[in-house]
């Protein structure tokens, strides 16, 4: 049974490419639409509908209503079960059917063009493959065979169709389409702005904060054209959102400020306000390029065809009257001295804060606007600078925060209380308080009192270590005086061979800082903070030089119970021959990945659970029956095999005097290097047996020889270098040698 109302809170309407989420309602009079970005409610007259279809896309179900003028409404994320309410609605409230529409799903790009209404619906056989709403069209061009179309852009909308081209070849049967033909269609329903016949009035020079300059300004019927030294805008009127005039903070200047949407694009430069200034006494009389009769006709007596007066006052009247629109002035609010606007900060830009009657208004750079509606909470916090100004945070409900800084604390109580009168949400103030104006000093001078700062603590320990460091590294600079010190003090530091002094071994060596602090307490002196700190250092830096004792490992038990593979491991086990038939060239890892994505899509993952079930059922029951060993024994670790050390290769040593030629050797010297031959073989024996005896050794005890490698290698001991037994002898053993022989 179909109610009186439909209400669907979770509904996109299609502008432009772009999804517009809002809010949905059917009634007798019509459908509303309420954007949840703008906050604009879009009304639909009953007797206006036309149409409905109903078809597949791709956030659910779309609901499209064809109007009689021509212009369609889009209606996304409906669910399947929402079309008989809707069928049923429509059928009785509205007299209008709801038709099923079947989409073309073969993909082809080569089918007919048909247009309904502002609709181009490309169709492939019976079935409709795409729509183009001929009003998102900015500009067409036709080629030799071809129809070009260019689109608005949207910036609201994460992918913009930029471009699209319709071959469309020649024919003589007058049926069918022809490209004049296809043309003429979509510049009759496109949006192309065209500036043909005469302006209704235009303002010369007319100053501009954004964009920023002097333009131009000619009044066309259905858009506003700006004409400036660089750039010229065209604006439309069906994409001005609202109208405001506000008064400048000097008393000498009105602001006419435009909001846009679509903004007007120029580069990658995007302007969604247009504001005007005008001076209040500027005065201004203007002729309007229209007949009494269409001024009465189509503005209803808003216009007369001869205006005077202030310049502000005429474009205002001119606006509201060709765009439709309300003009938004200054509530109730004034600051201290009177003034409909707040001085203060946005970033780095001053700037003036409008609180409106709905909203706050932000002027110039950028221009900014909050309706109440969005706003989740305000903020009063204290400025970063002087304690004169205060800081105003404004929290949109979707996470967006707007900081408005530098404003006085003598504007505090008056915008603390429109804030209050307006029921929005103060983010620091507390409930007993609710309701209550409070006093800027008492708001920010004491709320910190009593209250822990994280940061200021961690400040001032980060300062008292830095302080610690440098006590610790500074010591007391001294002047150098050689004739002041003594004698053998400056003898003994350049001396080659410096006599020992008394008491200086190493027993009784001593620190100068310990005997100075030993010198203070027993002269009976109190010792001081630093000194403190710098001792206990001291402890911490004694304390962190002990060795860390390693944590034993436990013994591994042989009769303890397995744990059972997981269902995952089981079934890998047997499917990884599986696997590395299929994947030859994997590795384990590359095994391992693959086996996991077989076992996400793997559909009887049960049959190994259960499997995995029992395994770990009779575990349990297997750990319940074990008693673990009272004084388990630990392995015996296995004795490490030395390394044998390369023995050095053996360097002959260098023999001294004069070097004799083959021939002039006689037998007595070739006897004599025999013998030596002889006895370096005898050595080399010898060196050989010492490595083996010391390696044997080595391997026996298990132990290295303390200062040395072991047994034939150099040992090194502190400050001396001896050899051990069969080690390389050194050059001058070897010179003794040749001079014993």
């Known amino acids: 049974m179909a109610s009186d109302v439909l209400d669907y809170p979770d509904i996109a309407q299609e502008v432009k490419g772009a999804m517009n989420g809002g809010r949905l309602k059917l009634n007798k009079q019509g459908v509303l639409f309420k954007n949840n970005k703008t906050g604009i409610v879009e009304q639909v007259h009953a007797e206006e509908i036309e149409v409905g279809k109903w078809l597949r896309a791709a956030r659910g179900y779309e609901l499209k209503l064809f109007m009689k003028n021509g212009s369609v409404y889009k209606y996304d994320g409906f669910k399947d079960t929402d079309r008989s309410d809707l069928a049923s609605f429509l059928k009785k409230q509205y007299e209008v059917e709801l038709e099923d529409v079947e989409l ?3 993909g082809w790009n080569w089918g007919q063009a048909d247009f309904n209404g502002s609709e181009l619906d490309f169709r492939v056989g019976s079935k409709s493959a795409f729509n183009i709403p001929l009003g998102n069209v900015s500009h067409t061009t036709t080629g030799k065979n071809e129809v070009i179309l260019e689109f608005h852009q949207n910036d609201d909308a994460e992918v913009s169709l930029m471009e699209m081209r319709f071959y469309v070849p020649p024919t003589e049967d007058s049926e069918k389409m022809s490209l004049e033909k296809f043309h003429e269609n979509v510049m009759a329903k496109a949006d192309i702005i065209q500036a043909t016949g005469d302006a209704i009035t235009s303002l010369d020079q007319i100053p501009c904060l954004t964009p920023r300059g ?3 300004i000619k009044i066309f019927p259905t858009f506003l054209q700006l004409h400036g030294k660089t750039f010229d805008y065209k604006i439309p009127y069906t994409t001005v959102l609202r109208l405001f005039l506000l008064p400048h903070k000097d008393q000498r200047q009105m602001l006419f400020v435009v909001s846009l949407d679509p903004p007007i694009v120029q580069g990658q430069t995007r302007y969604h306000f247009l504001i005007m200034s005008f001076a209040k006494e500027e005065m201004i009389e203007l002729e309007l390029n229209m007949s009494e009769k269409d001024l009465l006709d189509k503005y209803e007596g808003k216009l007369q065809s001869e205006m005077s007066g202030p310049i502000f006052e005429i474009v205002s009247r001119l606006m509201k009257a060709l765009v439709a629109r309300k003009i938004t002035v200054p509530g109730t609010f ?10 203060c900060s946005y970033k780095s830009n001053n700037g003036f804060l409008y609180p409106l009657e709905r909203g706050f208004m932000y002027v110039h750079k950028p221009p900014i606007h909050i309706r109440f509606d969005e706003v989740g909470c305000v903020n009063f916090a204290r400025g970063t600078g002087s304690t004169r100004y205060f800081d105003f945070e404004i929290e949109r409900k979707n996470g967006d925060v707007f900081v408005f800084s530098s404003i006085e604390k003598d504007d505090y109580s008056h915008l603390y209380e429109f804030v209050s009168n307006k029921k929005l949400r103060v983010k620091n103030r507390g409930m007993k308080d609710k309701g209550k104006s409070k006093d800027y000093d008492e708001l920010f001078a004491s709320d ?3 209250m822990h700062d994280a940061y200021l603590e961690q400040m001032k320990a980060e300062g008292r270590q830095k302080d610690d460091d440098d006590d610790s590294d500074s010591s007391s600079d001294e002047d150098f005086n050689p004739d002041q010190g003594e004698a053998s003090d400056i003898a003994e530091e350049y001396d080659s061979n410096p006599s020992p002094s008394s008491g200086s071994s190493d027993a009784d060596y001593e620190p100068q800082e310990e005997k100075d602090d030993k010198e203070e307490k027993e002269e009976g002196e109190i010792d001081t903070e630093k000194e403190a700190k710098k001792r206990k250092k001291k402890e911490k830096k004694v304390k962190s030089d002990k060795p860390k004792t390693k944590r034993k490992k436990e013994p591994k038990d042989p009769n303890k119970p397995k744990r059972p593979p997981t269902a995952y491991f089981l079934w890998l086990n047997k499917t990884r021959p599986e696997l590395k038939e299929k994947y030859p060239d994997f590795g384990v890892a590359d095994i391992a990945k693959k086996g996991g994505e077989w076992w996400n899509k793997l559909e009887n993952q049960q049959e190994w659970k259960d499997k995995a079930k029992i395994l770990k059922e009779k575990y349990d029951e297997e750990m319940k029956d074990y008693v673990p060993p009272e004084n388990p024994e630990p392995e015996e670790k296995k004795a490490k095999k030395p390394k044998k050390k390369k023995a050095s290769p053996t360097v002959s040593p260098k023999k001294q005097g004069t070097f004799k030629s083959k021939e002039y050797i006689s037998s007595e010297d070739s006897s004599a290097s025999e013998k030596e ?3 370096s073989k005898e050595d080399d024996d010898e060196e050989k047996k010492s490595e083996a005896s010391g390696g044997q050794a080595d391997a ?14 150099e040992a090194e001991g502190s ?14 053993e070897m010179d003794a040698d040749d001079e014993s022989d």
């Open 104 to 106: 073309s799903i073969k």
């Open 448 to 450: 910190d009192e009593g």
């Open 719 to 732: 400050g001396d270098e001896g050899k051990a037994s069969g080690g390389k002898p050194s050059d001058e």
């Open 334 to 343: 004034r600051d201290s001295k009177q003034n409909h606007a707040i001085t």
């Open 700 to 713: 026996s005890g298990g132990e290295e020889a303390s200062g040395g490698g072991g047994s034939g290698g």
């Open 677 to 679: 031959d002889d006895k």
């Open 214 to 216: 002097r333009y131009d």
